[in-house]
């Protein structure tokens, strides 16, 4: 009995190693190395693309498009995607409008921050300074995912400022008081398995985890993929996104949420995976003014799935708050 007492320390031992010796493995082979910043934006930033620094060493990745009389337009991007995705409605906006995007601190174009506070409120924070900046005085805000969470906070914080809201399948509805994280965010606690996380980045998984948000498949095409594969390997990005996962907590707004009295616009897949059409239901019971439209055949990303038929809706109520050229 005590030899074999003895021998379980060893094979623990042994058993460990073994473990460690295969993450050390995965970490050889599938290691993937940062893109350099000049590479990333040369090949992802456009004539437009202006880089801010909002804060101290907080560089924000901006860009103002269309008539600079125009009536403003700010597009908020979503959790890992960047201001890339509205591009399908930039081009149909800026004729008229003044559109304004910007990639988030940790995606795109916009690096990590000193504070490395990747929070909802630290982004509503950007919003504001990239608002403040620019000097818009009245405008409609519209956001995606991540994004709509950020609009409709930012919109309930200021009234004056908001003339119109358009949520694209937005964060918002609380989850229940009994769900766990999404396994990424409980990884990122995990101080071994978040630096193996940051470090490994296959791009099969980011074509994977594509075609799981859309609903339209021929729209994931080797570019698309590309562009969130590699801006993803910004310097600093993938150990920002790890805070940023680890620093998730369960959040109900739901009382500030029916604060906001701006004209509201929903706009949704059907097919929409991730966030389930069943919370434009919940969005209406916290805002019954808001009109909601929902797109068949569409999965998460309607602005990129499905550009014309996403902003039909929006350009109605645009007419509605714009004042007269």
Not at 23 to 41: M, Y
Not at 165 to 170: A, E
């Amino acid at each position: 009995m005590a030899a074999a007492t003895r021998r379980w320390p060893r094979r623990l031992g042994i058993g460990l190693g073994v473990i460690l010796l295969v993450i050390a493995g995965l970490f050889i082979v599938f290691q993937v190395p940062d893109i350099p910043v000049a590479q990333l934006r040369a090949k992802y930033g456009s004539a437009a693309s202006h880089y801010v620094e909002v804060a101290p060493g907080t560089v924000i990745h901006m860009r103002d498009e269309g008539p600079k009389d125009g009536f403003p337009i700010v597009l908020l991007h979503g959790s890992n995607a960047s201001l890339n995705t509205w591009e399908p409605w930039v081009a149909r906006l800026t004729p008229k409008y003044r559109v304004i995007s910007f990639d988030f601190p940790a995606h795109g174009l916009s690096g990590p921050v000193p504070s490395r506070d990747y929070s909802s409120a630290a982004y509503v924070g950007i919003t504001e300074k990239i608002v403040d900046r620019l000097g818009l005085t009245r405008f409609a805000i519209a956001g995606n995912s991540m994004g709509g969470g950020i609009a409709w906070h930012y919109a309930a914080a200021h009234p004056d400022k908001v003339a119109a809201l358009i949520l694209v399948d937005s964060v918002g509805q609380p989850e229940p008081g009994n769900s766990s994280p999404p396994i990424g965010f409980r990884i990122a606690r995990i101080p071994v398995l978040r630096d193996l996380l940051a470090s490994v980045l296959p791009r099969s998984m980011i074509e994977q985890s594509l075609h799981q948000t859309v609903s339209v498949q021929s729209m994931v095409t080797p570019a698309m993929v590309d562009r969130y594969w590699e801006l993803l390997r910004y310097p600093g990005n993938r150990a920002a996104t790890m805070d940023r996962f680890a620093g998730y907590h369960r959040q109900d707004d739901t009382a500030l949420l029916k604060t906001i009295t701006a004209p509201t616009l929903i706009v949704w897949g059907r097919d929409d995976r991730l966030i389930p059409v069943t919370c434009v239901a919940w969005f209406q019971q916290q805002l019954p003014g808001a009109k909601a439209v929902i797109l068949d055949h569409v999965g998460h990303l309607p602005m990129e799935e499905a550009p014309d038929q996403s902003l039909a809706p929006v350009l109605d109520l645009l007419a509605t708050v714009a004042p007269a050229r």
